[in-house]
């Protein structure tokens, strides 16, 4: 079925749901009596086991859904990041809500800012004995698997791969992966 956005089939990224393939939109009503409405029916390709129903109507739901990116919209994320960065706030909670905005938007260049940005302060800590906050922390994590999971996709390599990828692209040195055997 089409619906003019998307097509049953598409791949789209749904927040921080991640990767999702549209497995079907058809009418649905969830309660008896109830008027059916239009459903977006997602899989989540990293838990197979959930499936997420995204009203058609409903325009705030519906705009966290997005196609997935071209390998030239990847790389011009990429390059108009080079000189921009974001500013470490200091008010935890301040910034917890606005990186919480950032990743629910999906992968846009502020997101790799936001990674960017956790990472200086993550190493201003290490090298003072210190360590990033919990939150912190599980936020980097869940913005490095988001970019991950969709540079990996489309420029089809190794989600391992993908910092190196970014980091030749903004011309900044890769340091080479320790391999212990």
Not at 54 to 79: F, G, H
Not at 155 to 160: R, T, V
């Amino acid at each position: 079925m089409k619906d003019g956005l998307f097509d049953k089939g598409d791949l789209v990224s749904y927040g921080t749901n991640g990767i999702c393939c549209i497995e079907d939109i058809r009418f649905m009503s969830f309660s008896s009596g109830a008027k059916k409405s239009m459903y977006y029916i997602l899989k989540p390709e990293a838990s197979g086991e959930s499936t997420i129903f995204v009203p058609a109507e409903n325009e705030k739901l519906v705009s966290k859904m997005r196609k997935l990116m071209t390998k030239e919209e990847i790389d011009e994320m990429i390059s108009s990041t080079r000189d921009r960065s974001i500013e470490w706030e200091s008010d935890r909670r301040f910034r917890n809500e606005n990186f919480h905005e950032i990743l629910t938007a999906g992968v846009r260049p502020e997101m790799l800012l936001m990674i960017r940005c956790i990472c200086n302060k993550k190493e201003e800590l290490t090298e003072n004995g210190k360590k990033l906050s919990e939150s912190d922390n599980a936020t980097l994590k869940t913005a490095e698997k988001l970019v991950e999971e969709e540079f990996s996709r489309v420029l089809e390599i190794k989600n391992e791969d993908v910092e190196t990828y970014i980091k030749r692209m903004l011309n900044m040195e890769v340091k080479p992966v320790d391999k212990a055997v």
